[in-house]
């Protein structure tokens, strides 16, 4: 299965070194963009292993930041024109952006992309049904989003688990008489996976009556979660209808 | 069997493509008189788009020795196309003129590209070796 490369750089034309070299990969699709609101209104839509940001240092680093705080779970890679300073690469690493500096000789920066870019070949196939008797709500996030039916499980004091399963993989998140009180995706945990599993559009869930967490990572009422997802979201909305009205 | 320039060529011309169109959305919005407002984000992005293809049309073209056929046209274009409100205030004439440049440059940077990846797999499923070899011998016979 090819690797899906979505690379934002806003001057592909000119300065096509990395891309170059990444377009000449085996098993690897790109696909470029020039701006920020472009790549955000394409994230929204499509799903890509991993997200290129390619530029001068600063904003390389600032945009892949930027991302960060609309997809949680993205795998992000800063492509930085010359070697960031410490201050740069400890912000970035807090926001677990992986940086790639292109200031190096053809070969190197070729086995480093190389490197990187094949630790992201695909391994996830399409989601699993899984549907059994035991699951008493199940169905399909293009037609309910995760926020309506956590809105409405809280609302009634429910316990229990949703499984919430798409192309991007498999979460979950656990509720405790009407109070998130855990949820997971891969190995993001609490608030950042609920955050992620608000933005999905496709796939399917289901909830398991009765499942309980013994773990807690997340301490906040669900209003509070709530709140602060869909205005999150609506940040996102906005720079994706930027890029819509093109 | 992959070629880099060709593979080049392919992304350029993927790009150039994706502006072309882009800038077509924003001809056709400017002519549909359903549509009277045009906002100053709209004038905003118009105006990238534009600045985009004045800068990297004629590289993009003289990469794939295009500049002949399609650089006037392309200009024709880009001149006549200043602004929404421009486009939308051309006469019928001059909208004519815009429309069929726009076309002929479309339609040949279209043609290129589907040749281009004809070639690309073509080369695909030739091995390494044969490639090689034709190289060697299309010299030899050019070289007579």
């Known amino acids: ?246 | 069997m992959r070629d880099t320039s060709l593979e080049t060529q392919l992304r350029l011309l993927t790009l150039q493509t994706e502006s072309w169109k882009k800038l077509h959305d924003f001809i056709t919005y400017a002519l549909d008189k359903s549509k009277p407002i045009i906002s100053p984000e709209q004038e905003r992005q118009f105006t990238e788009v534009r600045a985009i293809l004045l800068q990297e049309s004629e590289h993009v073209f003289s990469e794939l020795n295009l500049v002949a056929e399609l650089s006037g046209k392309t200009m024709n274009v880009l001149q006549r196309a200043s602004s929404i409100r421009g486009v939308r205030e051309l006469s019928g004439d001059e909208t004519r003129r815009l429309e069929s440049d726009w076309n002929a440059v479309f339609t040949k940077v279209g043609v290129v590209q589907g040749q281009l990846k004809a070639r690309r797999r073509e080369l695909l499923s030739r091995s390494a070796f044969a490639q090689i070899m034709s190289g060697i011998f299309g010299r030899r016979t050019a070289a007579r």
Request: charged fraction near 20%; aromatic fraction near 8%; hydrophobic fraction near 40%.
């Open chain 1, 1 to 246: 299965m090819e690797t899906r490369l979505l690379i934002l750089n806003s001057e592909p034309v000119f300065q096509d070194r990395s891309l170059a070299m990444i377009d000449a990969m085996r098993k690897v699709e790109i696909r470029i963009v020039r701006s920020l609101a472009e790549a955000v209104y394409i994230l929204m839509r499509e799903d890509f292993d991993l997200f290129v940001v390619e530029g001068e240092t600063a904003t390389a680093i600032d945009q892949a930041i930027h991302t960060r705080q609309h997809f949680p779970s993205l795998e992000i890679v800063a492509l930085t024109e010359a070697a960031p300073s410490a201050a740069q690469s400890q912000e970035a690493g807090g926001q677990n952006v992986a940086l790639v500096t292109a200031d190096c000789s053809d070969r190197q920066l070729r086995r480093q992309l190389r490197e990187f870019i094949s630790a992201f070949e695909r391994s996830s196939g399409p989601a699993a049904e899984g549907i059994d008797p035991c699951h008493s709500l199940v169905g399909n996030l293009n037609q309910f989003s995760a926020a309506e039916i956590l809105q409405m499980s809280c609302l009634s004091q429910r316990s229990g688990r949703f499984t919430f399963k798409s192309g991007r993989g498999n979460s979950e998140i656990y509720l405790h008489h009407g109070m998130v009180r855990h949820a997971s995706y891969g190995s993001i945990e609490g608030e950042a996976a609920v955050a992620e599993i608000f933005r999905w559009r496709q796939g399917r869930f289901f909830f398991e009556e009765g499942i309980i967490s013994q773990v807690q990572t997340v301490n906040r009422p669900w209003t509070h979660l709530l709140i602060d997802n869909l205005q999150k979201l609506d940040e996102t909305l906005h720079m994706v209808s930027v890029a819509a009205q093109r």
